[in-house]
């Protein structure tokens, strides 16, 4: 659509959503050259209408989609009717990172989608496309609002670079199993990439998806002449383009950027040669973050130790709200081979419905290693699966009517996996034949609402053998039956075992091996104990799971015992360790006691620089993804805060490196990227004059004039923009201002920074801070 309203009259900074409001006319003839080339369904010209950024426009988000749904119907009405033709209201970014990225929480996104939900069906859309999400988070909030609040069909696609990630490090594995869990009812990429770099993720959620998968992909990488994007790939290039797609498995297709009624026609007129190929893939229990998935399809360790039952340290944290404690809990699992961490909040005084999600929201904020959400409280359960973000485990549901009728509902609204306890309104039975009946009928209801049996993990519950020694092997045996008779997997809490007897471990590490033997798939632990995560390693060697012993040789050939041993209570952490685990408080403390026998210099030159430097490394090189590296920036800021603090007490110099404007050009309202290189610039030291976004050239000229400044950094999401920039660098020239100018963007290029007369061209955050480096 926006290449379009470009060729039809659509000005350099005019808001294409207005524009089209304005000219219904040419918004007709648009989509009746995309229907008369053989479209079966035309997008609304709404993919930006929404409250934030038609604020101050002068028009409501109401009566924008109202347009623009009215006009789209009209052309269908013109056009032959000897195919069907469909409505999609479409619906893009806000514009603005949710927490803990950004500042837009995601309840707020969730209402902002809603609003643009609700109208569009009022308006009477046939269907909702939530399209070019770079944030898995954010696609969560769209989706949700547009099924909780319509009857409408929700088709979601998201885009990713080359490097087979969305900008905000969600993988397409991710994606499917999260945004598919929710229901929608078809999945896929759009925008980003041509053909030929965008279908190697094409596979990937062709191979994963079991609904229909859609692809729309530009044509081809964009050149950027004299402001415009131009487009280099043809109508025939594209549909061989397409041919690839529909061979891999995708069923539905349509172009982004730079295609054209052409482009859709070519790819119509030889429909009848693109043969609809069904996924054979089987179906695989995924849980993840946005960057990281785990496919549970042998044993897998799951950290036990966030649960306050039994640990003070942790009952303690949750009243009181020590969440560095709960980060360094969490951590030193994970460092220690957890690859699932339970999460429990679970205490007589706590509002579990509050705390779980705001626990679920600091830990995911830290590490991307997939959570179980763990509560006996339905409200505690629904608030962890809505605020998520990613595709979990509910712990758990049990053989109770009522907890079958409460929990299940929900396990498949989230689209979640599920742990099943062998209990019902009898207790636990004391045989396995027992609990295997009560395993039967959980599986049983769980597939009458939808729930896949490989999403279904049975616990057959330990007891301990110091009260009940008879039924230790009944639980043994009870996963044998379950593994084999029902063809689900199993869950256990393995340390339950030896509560009430001394030398635990002993006990630990034997019944380990025997559920694990007996076909237990995820074992809840204490990763802490050494010897039980050998156990898994070498059951993963000899059961030939891990092929050619790889893992095993590598984690342990340099060393008999690599395990890293819990550092909760350890007082010599180093600040740079602080940092990379975004513990802020901690930083406060550390950074104030370096400052009794250090320089402040030497803390910022000596530790908090270089030790940015390395987190920037392990971001370029996908160690680390943007919502890491955005805790870590924080985290420096509060070392920083405290630095300037006491300079400013001392009346000693400050800390500045040097003066920088940053600014969203006029026109362009996307400020996203310019914001993350504010944070990073000033974790660097340097003062930031951050101007906005939209902003006219003539101020940017002003402050820089002002303050006299030595570097300005512009930036430019879209191609109807780039020209200000352009603009804005020939004024600052012209106004004598030697300030060096870089420029960065989606849609710009090293090339096109050379053109316009920028200094430098900065492809994100790290580098800008490189080139800022060169000039102070």
Same mark, same amino acid.
């Given at each position: ?553 590598? %984690? ?80 420096? %800021? ?39 290189? %504010? ?98």
């Amino acid at each position: 659509m926006g290449t379009m309203l470009q060729k039809n009259g659509l000005q350099m900074g005019e808001n294409p959503e207005i524009f089209g409001f304005k000219n219904p006319d040419i918004l007709i003839d648009i989509h009746k050259s995309y229907l008369e080339a053989g479209s079966n369904v035309v997008t609304t010209n709404t993919f930006g209408a929404n409250e934030i950024k038609l604020d101050k426009l002068g028009y409501t988000v109401e009566e924008v989609l109202d347009n623009a749904v009215s006009v789209a119907k009209k052309a269908i009405k013109m056009v032959d009717n000897s195919k069907p033709r469909y409505v999609a209201l479409d619906i893009g970014p806000i514009g603005e990172m949710l927490e803990p990225m950004g500042t837009l929480s995601f309840d707020k996104a969730y209402e902002i989608f809603k609003r643009q939900a609700i109208q569009g069906e009022k308006s009477g859309a046939d269907l909702i496309i939530i399209e070019t999400m770079m944030d898995l988070y954010e696609a969560k909030a769209a989706v949700l609002a547009a099924k909780e609040n319509t009857n409408l069909p929700v088709f979601c696609t998201m885009t990713f670079d080359e490097d087979g990630r969305s900008f905000t490090g969600c993988t397409p594995e991710s994606m499917v199993a999260t945004i598919e869990g929710l229901g929608v009812d078809a999945i896929g990429v759009n925008c980003s990439l041509g053909p030929k770099q965008l279908l190697p993720i094409v596979k990937i959620i062709t191979d994963r998806a079991n609904i229909p998968v859609i692809v729309q992909a530009n044509a081809g990488l964009p050149n950027i002449i004299d402001g415009k994007a131009y487009y280099d790939m043809n109508s025939e290039e594209f549909y061989q383009g397409v041919s690839k797609f529909v061979e891999s498995g995708a069923r539905i297709i349509g172009g982004c950027c730079g295609t054209n009624p052409e482009f859709i026609k070519e790819v119509s007129n030889n429909i009848e040669n693109l043969k609809i190929v069904k996924n054979k893939s089987k179906y695989r229990c995924t849980v993840c973050s946005p960057s990281k998935y785990i496919e549970i399809d042998g044993p897998t360790i799951m950290g036990e130790r966030l649960n306050p039952t039994g640990r003070k340290g942790l009952k303690d944290a949750l009243k009181n709200w020590n969440i560095d404690y709960i980060i360094n809990l969490a951590l030193e699992q994970i460092n220690s081979g957890a690859e699932i961490l339970n999460v429990n909040v679970g205490l007589p005084d706590i509002d579990e419905k509050l705390v779980m999600p705001k626990i679920v929201k600091e830990i995911q904020g830290i590490v991307d290693t997939p959570l179980q959400i763990d509560s006996s409280n339905i409200k505690a359960l629904e608030s962890g699966l809505r605020y998520y973000n990613g595709r979990t485990i509910v712990n758990s549901v049990n053989g109770k009517k009522e907890s079958l009728n409460m929990i299940l509902p929900l396990v498949k609204k989230y689209g979640a996996a599920v742990v099943g306890l062998t209990l019902d309104e009898n207790g636990i039975p004391s045989t396995a034949e027992g609990r295997f009946e009560i395993a039967k009928k959980i599986v049983e209801e769980a597939e009458h609402y939808g729930i896949r049996r490989e999403d279904i993990f049975i616990d057959c519950l330990s007891l301990t053998v110091s009260a009940q020694q008879s039924e230790a092997m009944e639980t043994i045996k009870a996963i044998k039956l379950v593994k084999e008779k029902l063809g689900v997997k199993t869950i256990l809490g393995v340390s339950n075992i030896s509560f009430g007897i001394p030398d635990r471990k002993n006990i630990n590490h034997t019944y380990l091996n025997l559920a694990l033997g007996a076909g237990l798939d995820i074992a809840i632990i204490n990763p802490n104990e050494s010897g039980m995560v050998e156990s898994i390693d070498a059951f993963r060697v000899i059961n030939n799971i891990d092929k050619g012993c790889i893992k095993y040789i590598n %984690k342990y050939s340099s060393t008999s015992n690599s395990i890293v041993k819990s550092d909760t209570n350890n007082t010599t952490t180093s600040l740079n360790q602080i940092i990379e685990r975004g513990l802020k408080e901690e930083a406060k403390d550390k950074t104030l006691e370096l400052l009794q026998d250090n320089d402040a210099n030497y803390i910022l030159d000596e530790i908090l620089i270089p030790y940015l430097d390395i987190i920037g490394k392990k971001y370029d090189s996908g160690e680390i993804f943007l919502p890491q590296m955005i805790q870590c920036a924080e985290t420096v %800021k509060v070392s920083l805060n405290v630095i300037k603090e006491k300079l400013i007490k001392e009346s000693n110099n400050n800390i500045s490196k040097g003066k920088i404007i940053v600014a969203t050009v006029q026109g362009d309202i996307h400020d996203i990227g310019k914001n993350i290189v %504010k944070i990073m610039l000033e974790n660097y030291g340097y003062d930031v004059i951050d101007l906005g976004k939209d902003v006219p050239i003539e101020e940017v000229v002003l402050k820089a004039k002002e303050n006299d400044i030595k570097l300005v950094g512009l930036s430019a999401l879209m191609t109807t923009t780039v020209k200000s920039m352009e603009d804005t660098i020939k004024a600052l020239r012209e106004n004598n201002i030697e300030a060096k100018v870089f420029v960065g963007g989606a849609v710009l290029t090293e090339e096109y920074a050379k053109n316009i007369g920028a200094d430098y061209y900065s492809k994100d955050a790290k580098s800008a801070v490189e080139i800022a480096k060169l000039n102070f």
